[in-house]
């Protein structure tokens, strides 16, 4: 640590100073980039952290800090950084070919370990994105219902395009999305998440809506649970409708069950969107599901063809990342390690939180955790926590940016890089992992609270 860094008194001036490298950086890229970045979750003030190289949990930054890293490429590596069998299957592949023009057997075995993995996948169709799986989603529900409004609830994330970005995120008031045609916005209805029977006045009372489209362990990775018990009244509420149901397992598939979050409740959709995990830390998604609604992307006589190109869809690299990644994930171990420490971690910051009496919560289900500050509910008493009884409107409440972007520089300052007040887990984290980021939050937070 350098004299300057000691001398520094505030969060910001010792990030600043330790993070140099990443400054100089972002001074360019800040001339290419809206804000600098590539993607929102990235932004970060004063200036987001470069990072040269990552393997396992951990990653090095350009200014040399190792940091314990809880971003797991998006969600996407479950079994972390270049895992060694994932790096040897993108090795073999990219030699022999990255884009046949093509038909390829990777994409058999890609195809192969999703349909023995994921309950509802009788049949699949490959895309580049977990948005693009989501938007096909919809449109096939349009088409096989002929209906075509789509029901989703508060909260809930499914990618940035313009049937699903309203009502991701709070306030939940309806107000015009910036670039979506109010027409558009329309056709998506939004009602609380948890809440069986606001789904059911919907339903009946709206013929227009075809499907239902949710996170099945609640919006965000759980930032408000979802429990078994609710998706098995959704099940039964869409069949009974004649409805589709959606679980779009973007982030759930492969990574807090091998069967997703289906697998894990034993709740089989008609149509499951998944990416991430999928891919093996690669770009793909995937749309899987029943074959009589998967049939309008086939070439039929007299029956409708939803068009589907896509210069990437099973792109051979994704193919071999993600047939490489299924494998393993096909055990149980990745998905059962990652959410027993992530389990730890919660319980060992709510631990921290009590022994300090600081108004925080650690709250999450699987392999994810979520941090509140200024939490002045119910304390926990198991890891079944779920603050504010899972008020949504509480849960969902938009954090103050200025203490997100304070923690975040704090924790890189004490070597563990997360994306917002929480993370999520992946089987190459370790115990002493979870010890050193429980002490990195103590002194973040101790930190945080003299600025503030
Ligand atoms: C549940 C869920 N659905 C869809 C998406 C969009 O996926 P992608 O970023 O691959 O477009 C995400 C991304 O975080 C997600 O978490």
Redesign the pocket.
């Known amino acids: 640590m350098s004299a300057e860094t000691l001398l520094a008194p505030s969060l910001t001036q010792r990030f600043e100073a330790e993070f140099a490298g990443s400054r100089r950086l972002f001074d360019k890229a800040h001339t290419l980039f809206p804000n600098g970045v590539t993607h929102d979750l990235r932004h970060l003030e004063p200036f987001p952290i470069y990072v040269d190289r990552a393997l396992g949990a951990h990653k090095w930054d350009v200014d040399g800090h190792e940091l314990i890293d809880y971003w797991s490429g998006?969600?996407s590596l479950l079994l972390g950084h270049s895992h060694p069998e994932v790096v040897a299957a993108v090795q073999r592949q990219v030699a022999r070919a990255t884009h046949p023009g093509a038909c390829h057997e990777l994409e058999i075995e890609w195809g192969e370990w999703v349909r023995k993995l994921v309950p509802s996948a009788e049949k699949m169709r490959f895309v580049s994105?977990?948005?693009?799986?989501?938007l096909m989603a919809l449109r096939l529900a349009r088409i096989f219902t002929n209906r075509p409004r789509v029901l989703k609830l508060a909260g809930h994330?499914?990618?940035?395009h313009d049937f699903v970005i309203p009502g991701a995120d709070a306030p939940f008031d309806g107000a015009p999305v910036p670039g979506i045609p109010a027409e558009v916005q329309s056709e998506t209805v939004i009602v609380p998440p948890n809440d069986i029977a606001a789904v059911e006045r919907a339903l009946a009372s709206d013929p227009l809506i075809g499907c239902v489209i949710l996170?099945p362990t609640g919006g965000h990775?759980g930032s408000v649970p979802i429990g078994g018990d609710f998706l098995g009244a959704l099940r039964e509420l869409t069949s009974s409708l004649g409805r589709l149901l959606i679980f779009?397992e973007?982030?759930t598939g492969f990574r807090v069950h091998p069967g997703g979050a289906q697998g894990h409740y034993g709740i089989t959709p008609d149509l499951t969107?998944l990416?991430?995990v999928l891919a093996g830390g690669l770009p793909g998604?995937c749309l899987a599901g029943r074959a009589d609604v998967m049939a309008a992307l086939e070439f039929r006589a007299n029956k409708p063809k939803m068009k589907h190109p896509g210069t990437f869809n099973a792109n051979p690299l994704s193919a071999a990342a993600g047939a490489a990644t299924l494998r393993l994930v096909a055990t149980g171990e990745p998905s059962r390690h990652a959410n027993r420490i992530a389990q730890l971690l919660r319980q060992r910051l709510n631990a921290l939180f009590a022994e300090r009496r600081w108004d925080w919560a650690a709250y999450g289900e699987f392999s994810g955790f979520k941090l509140l500050p200024d939490y002045r509910g119910a304390r926990p008493t198991s890891d079944a926590f779920v603050p504010y009884d899972g008020d949504y409107r509480q849960l969902e409440a938009p954090k103050a940016r200025g203490l997100v972007h304070a923690f975040r520089r704090g924790m890189a300052i004490h070597g563990v890089d997360l994306p917002g007040l929480g993370g999520m887990t992946a089987a190459a984290h370790s115990e002493a992992d979870v010890e050193r980021t429980v002490t990195a939050v103590a002194g973040t937070i101790e930190a945080v609270r003299n600025e503030r």
């Open positions: 998006h969600g994105s977990g948005t693009e799986a989501t994330f499914h990618g940035w996170e990775f779009d973007v982030i969107t990416a991430k998604g």
